[in-house]
């Protein structure tokens, strides 16, 4: 096993910056999942690191060694790329076999040279590996006689059966349907944990990292914006564009003003009153939360938003309503007339059309400033008297 670190990595294209002073390290054994959209710069994290790509700043170490000038094939890494990449005119068992007819390895009596495998160790490393991922049955089939599913398992087991340092995996779920990816994510975890090598992986779907990675880089416009566990990402978001971007539904906010209040400070949002713990000085601030963070009731009670329920999605056991928040009419209160909610509620207690009150839980907000970075001094307490 072994880790891999990026220290200040920067790419730059003709026109463009693809990556700006990106450093994070992965653990031994870890399965880090990089996050962002299309163009944040993921993929060319991962082509880095397998030497694809050159860095324009910055330094690359797999294990304790600088790898800025090795070739990929010199690193001892093993990618699956979304295209799965199999060779069509090649059974399952030969497309597995592939690298390692072609690539030698050091003789156990004289390490400076080098022999290819014999015929009996690659049958054995491709059968341990078609059996690992249950496509044991499919080795005389062509790829065009599999599904989508099996296809990505072959390209797994061609990867596994070089043995690597390091696997390097670039949205190798995104061509399978949402039922065959659901269930190959919680294969994949499986076989890292099986196998307790360092994965990388990249992915533009927020609910695939959180189910992979035992840590998380989340990346935008070439900027790492945090690297955290899954648990920290979605509960303590280091900015808003992290809160919105990862968790679903996703965060929402609302604007309102921190005041002095009964010696202390309070975040208010008229009729919303939050007691807020730590120093700050008065002024404007944005409040963030989760739709299970919301508290839905026929009638608005105080420090409740009157609301109207204007769409539900129904989720089973529960449902997601869209609430249209109203003003309370207050002389000087913030106008929130037009703004839509989101929060969990019990199945079948409202229908589109009804009134409603909506009570933010005081010690789940998470408040940020101007600059969209999340103020780590304050934190949300009931109100008092």
Request: glycine share 8%.
């Amino acid at each position: 096993m072994t880790g891999v670190r990026l220290e200040n990595i920067s790419k730059q294209f003709k026109d463009s910056t693809a990556l700006e002073d990106v450093s994070f390290a992965v653990k031994d054994g870890e399965f880090v999942v990089i996050l962002g959209a299309s163009g944040s710069g993921k993929s060319t994290i991962l082509r880095i690191i397998a030497g694809l790509e050159v860095q324009t700043r910055g330094h690359v170490y797999i294990g304790d060694m600088l790898v800025d000038e090795y070739e990929p094939r010199d690193r001892n890494i093993a990618m699956v790329f979304q295209s799965y990449a199999l060779y069509p005119h090649l059974r399952v068992y030969d497309n597995i076999a592939f690298a390692l007819r072609v690539r030698k390895v050091p003789r156990e009596d004289d390490p400076d040279r080098y022999r290819r495998r014999t015929r009996e160790e690659i049958d054995d490393r491709v059968r341990r590996a078609a059996d690992l991922l249950g496509i044991g049955d499919t080795l005389t089939k062509k790829p065009a006689e599999l599904s989508g599913g099996q296809r990505q398992r072959v390209a797994l087991a061609r990867a596994i059966v070089r043995d690597p340092e390091l696997f390097l995996l670039d949205e190798p779920l995104s061509n399978l349907d949402a039922k065959i990816r659901s269930s190959a994510r919680l294969e994949l975890k499986r076989i890292h944990e099986q196998l307790k090598q360092t994965f990388v992986f990249v992915t533009h779907d927020q609910s695939e990292a959180m189910t992979l990675a035992d840590r998380l880089v989340v990346i935008d416009h070439g900027h790492l914006l945090q690297f955290d566990t899954p648990e920290n990402v979605l509960s303590r978001p280091a900015n808003q564009f992290v809160a919105s971007f990862v968790g679903s539904p996703e965060m929402m906010f609302l604007e309102g003003r921190i005041r002095a209040a009964n010696g202390g400070f309070a975040f208010e949002l008229d009729p919303v009153r939050i007691s807020v713990r730590g120093a700050r000085a008065p002024g404007p601030v944005t409040v963030g939360f989760r739709p299970w963070d919301l508290t839905v009731a026929k009638t608005a009670g105080p420090g409740a938003f009157p609301a109207v329920v204007r769409g539900i999605e129904r989720l089973g056991s529960s449902d997601l309503l869209f609430l249209e928040l109203q003003g309370s009419g207050a002389p000087g209160a913030p106008a929130m007339s037009g703004v839509t909610v989101r929060a969990m509620s019990r199945a079948y207690e409202y229908e589109v059309g009804d009134s409603a009150g909506v009570t933010l839980a005081p010690d789940r907000a998470l408040f940020f400033g101007a600059d969209g970075d999340r103020l780590d001094e304050l934190e949300g307490a009931p109100a008092g008297p």
